[in-house]
C-alpha cells in the first residue's frame, strides 16, 4: 500500500484502495441492479466517487484471495472486464447502467502468490516481482523512516534515543530473519517504548537523563537472547551435510540437507523432512546419477551394496518441494560415502538430471540474499542462470562469489575441496563466467 501511495503522488494522481480478501460475490465488483431492496454500485464505482477523479491510482489489494466460483457468480470473471484494456473503457455496472471509462486508471493489483489467481485475469497484467531487501537497505529505511516514526509515536525527542548502525545491524541479523521490515520494525518498536518507559518512571525530582545510547552490547537487556544465530560451521561440521538454498514466499532460506549410510541394508532409500514428490524424485535421480557413475565421482563402484541411504532435511515439521534441491541432495550423499565435508562457505541451488546436468532454477535474488544473512560467500549456481545477476546489487555482487556450473562433477570439485574454488578450464565453464 505505501508503494501505491508513493506511486499516486510521484504521478500526482488520487489513490484509492479496494481490498478483495474474501470477496466471494459477483456484485461487490459490478453492482446490483435496481430492482433488489438495499442495491448499490459496485466498489470499483464507490472507490471512484471517493476518490472524486476519474483517473486515479487504484490499487486491488490481495487479489490472489479473491474466492472464485460459488452461488453469487465469479468476481474473478467480473474483474476480468474491469481490467482487460480492450474493454474497460465501457465497463458497465448494474445499478449505473451507464457505461463508465475506467481506461484512464492505473490499476495495481498486489498478491502473495500467483497460483490462486484465475489464468485468464492473471494475463492480462504485467507481473513484477518484489525481491527481498538487502541489509544495507534495512539499514536505510530504518534510519530514514522507521526510527523517526516510532519516536514520534512514543514521544520521544530526536536526541533522547541514539542507535548506532552497528546496533541496527546486529537487530537485522539476529533478531529478524525475514524479506522486509515488518519484525524490523516491531524491534525498532520496542526499543522505542522501553526507552520512554525509563524516562517516565524516573522520579519527579531527578534531572533529566542523558541521551540513551543502544549499543551492540546492550541489546540482550532490551530484547532479550538472540533468536537467530549463525549455525553454519555447526550444522555442516560432519561429512553428508550440504548447505542448499530455497526460495519461499517471504523471500529466501538456508536449507541443510542431511544424508547417512546404514549398514546392513537392501540398497533402499529413506526421505525424511515432509518432502514433497519433487524433492524426493530429485533424491532418486541424484541417487541414481551416482551409481552410474561411481568411479568418476570418487565413490566405490559397489556403492550401496549391502547399506541403505537415508536423506533428511531438518525442520521435519514444515513441508518442503521444489526444483532447486537436487545438487544439494546429490552433494550431501557423496559427502557421506567418501566420508568428506563439505565446505562452511558454500551454499548451492540447482536442479539435477539423470545424467548429471545442473539446470536452472527460480529466485536467485531472494536465494543470494539468504545466503548473505546466513555468513555464506561463495554460492554454487547454475551456469544457465548467470544473466539473473544482474539483478543483484552491486555490493551484494562485490561481497560475494558466484560460481556457474553446469554438472555435477563440476559442484563436487568446489564443494567438496578444502581450498578455494578451483579454475573452471577445458570442457568447464570458462574461467571469466566466474561472477565476484
Known amino acids: ?212 545510547v543502544i549499543n551492540p552490547a546492550d541489546l540482550e537487556g532490551y530484547l532479550g537472547p538472540a533468536r537467530f544465530r549463525k549455525e553454519m560451521a555447526f550444522r555442516t561440521s560432519r561429512p553428508g551435510v550440504a548447505t542448499g538454498l530455497a526460495w519461499t514466499e517471504t523471500g529466501g532460506d538456508v536449507l541443510f540437507v542431511e544424508a547417512t549410510l546404514l549398514p546392513g541394508g537392501n540398497q533402499n532409500i529413506i526421505l525424511t523432512g515432509q518432502l514433497g514428490n519433487v524433492m524426493q524424485e530429485s533424491a532418486r535421480a541424484a541417487l541414481s546419477h551416482i551409481r552410474a557413475n561411481a568411479r568418476e565421482l570418487g565413490v566405490s563402484p559397489e556403492f550401496l551394496a549391502h547399506q541403505d541411504l537415508h536423506v533428511h532435511v531438518p525442520a521435519g515439521a514444515i513441508p518442503k518441494d521444489g526444483p532447486s534441491a537436487g545438487v544439494t541432495m546429490a552433494t550431501a550423499i557423496l559427502s557421506a560415502a567418501r566420508k568428506v565435508p563439505v565446505r562452511r562457505d558454500i551454499a548451492m541451488t540447482g536442479e539435477i538430471t539423470l545424467s548429471g546436468l545442473v539446470l536452472p532454477v527460480g529466485g536467485i535474488r531472494e536465494k543470494s540474499l539468504a545466503a548473505r544473512r546466513s555468513g555464506i560467500k561463495t554460492v554454487i549456481l547454475p551456469a544457465l542462470n548467470e544473466p539473473d545477476l544482474s539483478e543483484l546489487a552491486e555490493e551484494i555482487r562485490k561481497d560475494m562469489t558466484f560460481v556457474p556450473v553446469e554438472t555435477l562433477e563440476q559442484v563436487v570439485a568446489i564443494a567438496l575441496s578444502n581450498g578455494q574454488a578451483p579454475q573452471l578450464n577445458g570442457s568447464d565453464v570458462p574461467q571469466q563466467s566466474v561472477t565476484q
Open 1 to 212: 500500500t505505501p508503494l501505491g501511495q508513493s506511486i499516486a503522488r510521484a504521478m500526482s494522481r488520487k489513490f484509492v484502495r479496494l481490498s478483495l480478501g474474501g470477496v466471494r460475490d459477483e456484485a461487490e465488483i459490478r453492482g446490483h441492479r435496481r430492482t433488489y431492496i438495499g442495491s448499490i454500485p459496485g466498489r470499483i464505482v464507490q472507490a471512484l466517487k471517493q476518490a472524486g477523479s476519474m483517473n486515479p491510482v487504484f490499487m486491488l489489494d490481495e487479489i490472489d484471495k479473491v474466492t472464485v466460483g460459488g452461488f453469487s457468480g465469479d468476481p474473478a470473471a467480473a474483474l476480468l472486464e474491469v481490467l482487460d484494456p480492450a474493454q474497460n473503457h465501457s465497463f458497465r455496472d448494474h445499478y449505473m447502467e451507464i457505461p463508465v471509462e475506467l481506461s484512464m486508471i492505473l490499476f495495481i493489483a498486489t498478491a502473495n502468490q500467483l497460483g490462486t489467481i484465475h489464468p485468464a485475469l492473471l494475463d492480462r497484467m504485467e507481473i513484477i516481482q518484489l525481491a527481498g531487501y538487502s541489509e544495507e537497505e534495512k539499514v536505510h529505511i530504518a534510519r530514514k523512516y522507521l526510527l523517526p516514526r516510532h519516536m514520534n509515536e512514543h514521544g520521544l525527542p530526536a536526541d533522547t534515543m541514539q542507535i548506532p548502525d552497528e546496533t541496527l545491524k546486529l537487530v537485522i541479523s539476529e533478531y529478524t530473519r525475514e524479506a522486509g521490515v515488518r519484525n524490523l520494525e516491531r524491534q525498532l518498536g520496542t526499543l522505542a517504548r522501553k526507552v520512554a518507559a525509563r524516562i517516565a518512571t524516573r522520579p519527579l525530582d531527578s534531572p533529566v537523563p542523558p541521551p540513551t
